[in-house]
């Protein structure tokens, strides 16, 4: 099953609370799988900065002695803030090419979450209410962010199975489906030259938009000609710096609800994820047309 | 009338109340309030009752029913009124994909859209939708009538048995062996039945019905190289 939430907000004023919102959302579809669960959210930025999140199983060792090594090698001011397993790492925008390098140098094991420059991604196994928890996202604000609770069926419940996923820069993707060609897609975009670490169907089905993008398509257009290739089921919501977009497979099976008022735009998949939304009942509630790319934009 | 707040009694409490209702119930109005979008609401009854639920429901509302009325005062979840057997079930906002799917009898109405799939594989129930209908509605329907006011999508009545289709607005494509047919007497009474039980001010000569060419669903030998 799997379900997903995603919250984009127009009025300023709730963005203090978007990691409130959106960890309610989350936690009230967890009976849609209670393997893993995560959340992205867009937060503040700084100009000429660029923001990772990053991954460790040792988080306590790795993270003291990071900032200084990143430093050194970085050849610019490096700031952390850790959250649990995982850290955010800020560093100049003209380091950015080096990061990865140099990330893997101090230690390889340590994965990145999220690239980009307001973008955070923060996810493990366990239940929304866990994982919301324990990354504190209540207390985060942000301006929209999506989230997805996984239950497995194309791969092992591990953290780097969990949703979302990074795409392009400030860009991610969660699932709710599966593809059915993820196998021979795979092949297609390593022999292309592309990463992709895990055996997850999703991770391919971003990885294919990342390469998309790179070959010079937009974001809608990169979601357009995933209609066309790829083979399963697929509601999927995508988190860019400026907004998100949805899009559902032509057989749309796999549930989809939004709703919009003044104050912001939702998606769930299944309405329980909206109604403790503010003045939800007044809200313009739909279900959004298979094969139809959807975007909001601040 | 019976007030049950679902949010502090909870789902299981309600129905098994429901459950309890016999066909000579004194308990024949209910009020069923934060539905907040949960599922299974007032499945399988089989009593002569009214149920209204005052706010929009999750998956499979009015699941089974027989006999009894169901009004959702907001919008529904996927498989609304999923088998029914009998009895009304009545929507005032818009209906999730396989509304109706399987249903047996009685009359199922929606006053807003239908998502996909509307009357999958219905077996003698009729439904009203006063919107429009997402593609694959209708698919292996075999006995029932499908009224639609506004339009239709993709592969309408793909695989059609004998159920009866009448779409007021555009068709956008009809599905494998579905065709257009003649309009006779005996459905625009049909329809001016329906239209009246659903409270749909549509006029049935508006309509056009689609019916099976009966081509499909009966083996042809000249298509025995097409297996």
Known sequence: MCGIVGLFLKDNSLEANLGNLLSDMLISMSDRGPDSAGIAIYADKETGRSKFTIQSENAKTDFEALPNYLSKHLNCKVETKVNDTHSVVIIDESATSKFSEALASFNPEIRIMSRGSSLEIYKEVGLPKQVTQRFNIPQMSGRHGIGHTRMATESAVTTMGAHPFNTGLDQCLVHNGSLSNHNSLRRRLRREGVHIETENDTEVGAAYLTWKMQNGATLGEALESSLEDLDGFFTFLVGTEDGFGVVRDPIACKPAVMAETDQYVAFGSEYRALVNLPEIESAHVWEPEPATVYFWKH | MLEFDLQENGLRKLNSALHDQKENSNQTVWKITNPKGSHAIAVGI?????????????????????????????????????????????????????????????????????????????????IVVHGNIGHMSAFMAQSGTLVVCGDAGDALGDSLYEAKLFVRGNVKSLGADCEKKEMRPEHLELLEQLLSEAECDAKPEEFTRYGSARKLYNFNIDNSDAY
């Open chain 2, 46 to 126: 089989d009593a002569p009752i009214e149920v209204n639920i005052e706010g929009s429901t999750g998956y499979y509302c009015g699941g089974m029913n027989k006999l009894a009325n169901i009004n959702v005062k907001g919008s529904v979840g996927p498989g609304v009124a999923e088998n029914m057997m009998s009895g009304k079930v009545v929507i005032d906002g818009d209906a999730s994909q396989y509304a109706g799917a399987t249903g047996h009898g009685g009359l199922l109405v929606i006053k807003g859209n239908a998502s996909s799939r509307c009357g999958i594989s219905m077996k003698g129930i009729n």
